[in-house]
Structure formats: C-alpha cells, structure tokens
C-alpha cells in the first residue's frame, strides 16, 4: 500500500503475482499472472525488484533467484520480506500444512490467512547463499536482517496472542537470526 503513495515518484511500477484472485492494483503499469520465472522481461530492465511475503511460498528457489537477479540492472539490487524459516511460527506452519489442518485453521483461527503452500526455502539465509553459489550468479553482494514480529495479534485469536510475545520477549529478541521477519538484499555484480 506504501507504494501507490509514492507510484508517481518512483517511475513504473509492474508486478507479479501467480494466483489470479488477488486484485490488481492500479499503481501498477504491467501485472502478470504467472510465476516469477515466467514473466516475459527482459534482462536489465529494472533499477530495483522486491517481493514482500512471497519467498516462503518459493519452493524450488533457484530459477526464481535467477529471474530476480536477471531483470535488474548491473549494480541494482533485489529486497526480499518474508517469515524467518527458523522462527518456531514457520516450524507450527508446516506442521499445519502436513497434518493438512490449514482449512480448519482458516475456520477456528484466523480467516484470513492464506492458504498457499508455504515452504520457507527462500526464507533462509544458507539455502539462500548455497543457490547463488550453486548457479554462479552475478552477484556483488547479499545482506541479511532479521527482525521482530509487530504484528503478532492478527495472527492469533485472543486467547493464544501471549505465546508469541513470550517467546519474542525471552528468547528470540536474544536470538536475532531467529526473530520472526527476514529481509534480505541482493545486489547484481556491476
């Protein structure tokens, strides 16, 4: 939402999305449903690129890093905002994705909630690291952030919501590589 208050400063804004339910958002000049690895760019066209809460749902990162890395410009960077995959919210995630209890979780917890597969792959500092080595890409530089969770209430019903807090309070604010939001940021190799 941040950026349709910014659109006419910032030039042309395009995105991507690959579930066609979610609205288009006027800002954008360009929108495709597909994934990111199929969307007809050409390399070198962005100053930047950035996904917010979708490289969890990444499941096979490395035609998706070399999509992110080939649209950019040389010396431009990629920003990724996704849950930490080594935050126990993302552990209860996939529990509740294999036991395939999302559906009841949608109903008895939280509605809003999506229910696309979440895999964390590109969540994760190493495995991050591990595919840009892996397929050499062009890269200058990668820097990670790891940073508490605000919004813990919209995630839990009322009875539950002091759990996190518990646990960001006495154990993962000491712990920062397992605090809640990972941010990262790729730069291409000039």
Not at 7 to 16: E, I, K, Q, T
Not at 21 to 43: F, G, T, Y
Not at 44 to 70: Q, R, W
Not at 156 to 174: A, G, N, Q, Y
């Amino acid at each position: 939402r941040s950026f349709e208050v910014f659109a006419d400063r910032l030039g042309r804004l395009d995105g991507v999305d690959p579930f066609p339910v979610i609205a288009h958002p006027e800002h954008l000049v360009s929108r495709w449903s597909c994934k990111l690895e199929d969307v007809p760019v050409s390399s070198c066209t962005y100053d930047m690129a950035y996904s917010y809460m979708v490289a969890e749902h990444i499941e096979n990162i490395g035609p998706f890093l070399k999509k992110a890395i080939e649209i950019i410009k040389p010396d431009s960077a990629y920003w990724s905002m996704s849950p930490n995959a080594r935050h126990p919210f993302t552990w209860v995630t996939r529990i509740v994705q294999r036991l395939g209890a999302t559906t009841v979780y949608r109903k008895q917890v939280n509605a809003l909630a999506n229910d696309y597969p979440a895999y964390y792959n590109l969540s994760n500092d190493a495995k991050i690291l591990k595919a840009i080595n892996h397929m050499r890409l062009p890269v200058s530089r990668v820097d990670f952030y790891y940073l508490p969770n605000v919004q813990w209430d919209h995630y839990f019903p009322k009875k539950l919501r002091s759990i996190p807090h518990f646990l960001d309070r006495t154990i993962l604010l000491r712990k920062p590589k397992m605090s809640f939001i990972f941010i990262f940021r790729i730069q291409k190799s000039p």
